[in-house]
């Protein structure tokens, strides 16, 4: 998992070296943040369940070309996929000077099964899609998707997405994309817990 977090975190610096800088990222920051504010006011997310640990809600994504690739693996194989992976997907960024706009995401095409291997897709976002030797890219689809945001680490999510593919409403489909956040513990160590997750509405 330590290794885990070192590539998350090449992958916010590289993230970091690729972003506007000095005034022309001021405005940009200033842009944006009237953008949120008034999507905030006019679009407030419809709560779909809620309690102190978790929430699920209605949101909009927008749409996403992410640079990676598809592998075949159980559920609980994501992190060492992760890290097989993720150094690669980096070097055809570096190389192709994309630019990164957000963090890893792992897409799941089929239903996550403990037992059994799945299509995965495991990528980083660029901003226009690419040619890259060894790489495809996976183009999310903007819409209107069921939002689940809780605790949670690649590959031990199994239980969460079973509860939100069953007992959900509006229905939940796939795709269903992970994307982790990293927070730190009491001896700030970088760790993976939060997560938000995104599932197709069906219905």
Not at 144 to 171: D, M, W
Request: net charge positive.
């Amino acid at each position: 998992m330590r290794k885990t977090i070192g590539i998350l975190l090449s992958v916010g610096l590289l993230w970091a070296c690729n972003s506007p800088s000095g005034e022309t990222r001021e405005k940009k920051d200033s842009a944006q943040t009237e953008i949120q504010k008034d999507t905030i006011a006019t679009q407030q997310p419809e709560v779909v369940e809620a309690d102190e640990h978790n929430l699920t809600d209605k949101t909009k994504l927008q749409a996403m070309h992410l640079l990676g690739k598809e592998v075949q693996c159980n559920y609980t194989e994501i992190p060492t996929r992760l890290k097989e992976l993720i150094p690669g997907i980096m070097q055809a960024i570096s190389n192709n000077k994309a630019v990164i706009t957000g963090s890893y995401h792992i897409v799941l095409t089929e239903n996550p099964d403990a037992s059994k291997p799945t299509r995965v897709f495991i990528g980083i976002p660029v901003q226009k899609p690419i040619k890259a030797t060894g790489m495809n890219i996976y183009n999310v689809t903007a819409g209107n998707y069921l939002r689940h945001q809780c605790s949670a680490e690649p590959g031990k999510s199994l239980f969460v997405h079973q509860h939100i593919l069953k007992k959900t409403n509006p229905k939940a489909g796939l795709p269903i994309i992970e994307k982790y956040n990293e927070t730190r513990n009491d001896e700030m160590t970088p760790v993976i817990s939060k997560a938000i997750f995104y599932y197709t509405i069906t219905q």
